[in-house]
Every structure is written in C-alpha cells, then in structure tokens.
C-alpha cells in the first residue's frame, strides 16, 4: 500500500489581486491490484468494497488500484507514475469545469500532457522544465533550441512552432512557443525560459496578436520574484502563491499514518 495527499488549486488573476478560487484535495491509497498475485481476491474485494463506499459519501480519503499492466520496471516507480495520472485526471476535472462556466483564460501549471487537456477551451500549459532535445527547421538549416534561444532576449518570445504528430492525433493541432522571462549572467541559454502549450486551427493576424498578448501577460506575471525558490527564474508568480496555498492544506505525517491505521482497520474488519 502507499498514501500520498493530492491537491489541486485555481488561483484567479484579476487585475493586481490574486485570490485560490477552488480547490480539491483527496488522501490515495493505491493498493495493488489483484491481477498482481500480490493480494487475495477475497481482500481486493474487501478493498474495492470501501473504495465504492468512500466515494459515495465523497470522502476526503479515496482509494485506487495498481494493475499488472501498469507496473513497468520496479513497482515504486510505477506507483509514482500512477499518482502523477490521479493528480492529472483531478486538474483535468477541474479545468473542465472551470472551462465550461466562465469567461477568461485557463493557464495550467505543466505542458499539456493528455488529450482531455487538448480539448479544453481557453487553456494553455505553462511548462517551467521541458525537453532540450527539438530541432526545429529555420529557412533552410536546423537549429537545437538552446542555440535557438540564445538569441532571444529577455521579455521576448520565439517563433510558435507545430508539435510533429500522426494525422489522427489530438496533439496535431498543438502548437507551443518559449518565453525568456529574465536574463541574468551566468545564466545558461534555457534558464529563464517557460514553454507554452496552445491549441490552434487557424493562423492569421489574429491568431499573432492572441499569441503576443498571451506572452505579454505571462511576462508581466513573473513579478513580484519568487526568489530564492528554486528554478525562481522561470516562476509566474500565480503558480507560486497555488503552490503555498496547496502546500498549507497539506496534512502531516501523523494524520495521514491515523488515517492509513483506520483504513487497515477496515480492512481487516471482516
């Protein structure tokens, strides 16, 4: 068995004012599944049957299963690998709900990592790491990005460059750019740099102007400095102020092993 605490926040911008306008938060459990060999099915049922219980009265505790087909190399990294999906299907809820009912723009912390963030309206990903290893085509020779943007100067974008997909794949409509949101020596040529994910169909002037007021509103965001968190030099200061309120509401570690006790509890109560 292994726990972890879950959240996800929205902060709202308005203006100068930042303000969390929704939250959730759910404690897993993920249990190894019984088509691992690892439990019994009469204690997998045991478990599921809590699992449909905890839902239904919409506990803050809920509980998911490791499969077979999910274990790729050692265990504890597919438990992590199972906790990032949790984490992701809770943003996605989220998003969509955010997305359908109000006006505005959705900026989500990360690139857009699965193809339910790729139908979302209104939303972008902001991705403060990201892979250094495109090559991009530029008038007739390849260029690697950080030679790319090493020239581009603080409070400046790069050019908006299409995601290299199959025809049928949601990601075909993907587009992504990079922002240099500070410059200070010895900084190294993608330190400073966030990566944007956009979903577009169509290319024009407004289309341009859209990407450059986006870009204009995400520099302005990199003030106040969150320094001396670490990778600062890439931080929005809206993702920072989500990251301390979630980090606020996290329980400790003797509140999740009470609660790990009562679930074992439960568990071996028939």
């Known amino acids: 068995m292994a726990q972890f605490d879950i959240s996800v926040a929205v902060v709202e911008v308005q203006k100068d004012r ?22 019994s099915d009469t204690t997998y049922e045991r478990i599921k049957e809590i699992s449909e219980q905890l839902e239904s009265t919409n506990s803050l505790t809920r509980i998911d299963f490791l499969k077979r087909v999910d274990v790729i190399g050692d265990v504890r990294g597919s438990l992590l690998g199972k906790v990032r ?22 900026v989500m912390d990360g690139a857009i990592r699965k193809h339910e963030f790729v139908e979302l309206n209104r939303t972008i990903g902001l991705a ?24 581009v100067s603080e409070g400046f974008r790069s050019a908006v460059f299409k995601k290299t997909a199959a025809k049928d794949s949601v990601y075909k ?26 979903k577009a169909t169509e290319y024009d002037d407004d289309f341009t102007n859209l990407v450059n007021e986006m870009s204009a509103e995400l520099y302005a965001m990199r003030l106040p400095s969150v ?3 670490p990778r600062w030099p890439s931080y929005v200061y809206p993702i920072r102020v989500a990251e301390l309120f979630m980090g606020s509401r996290f329980l400790g570690d003797f509140v999740l092993g009470e609660v790990g006790n009562q679930l074992k509890k439960a568990i071996s109560a028939k």
């Open 128 to 151: 403060k790491s990201f892979s250094r290893k495109p090559i991009f085509d530029i008038g007739n020779k390849q260029v690697t990005l950080p030679a790319y943007m090493k020239q």
């Open 227 to 229: 320094y001396p968190w």
């Open 85 to 106: 999906n949790l984490m992701h299907n809770m943003e996605q809820e989220i998003a969509a709900e955010i997305t359908q009912m109000e006006d505005g723009w959705l």
């Open 173 to 198: 409509e993907v587009v992504f750019w990079y922002i240099r949101l500070r410059t200070f020596p010895p900084m190294e040529p993608l330190g400073g740099l966030v990566k944007v994910d956009f």
């Open 18 to 39: 930042l303000a969390p306008s929704r939250y959730r938060k759910h404690v897993w459990f993920v249990f190894p599944h019984k088509d691992t060999g690892m439990i």
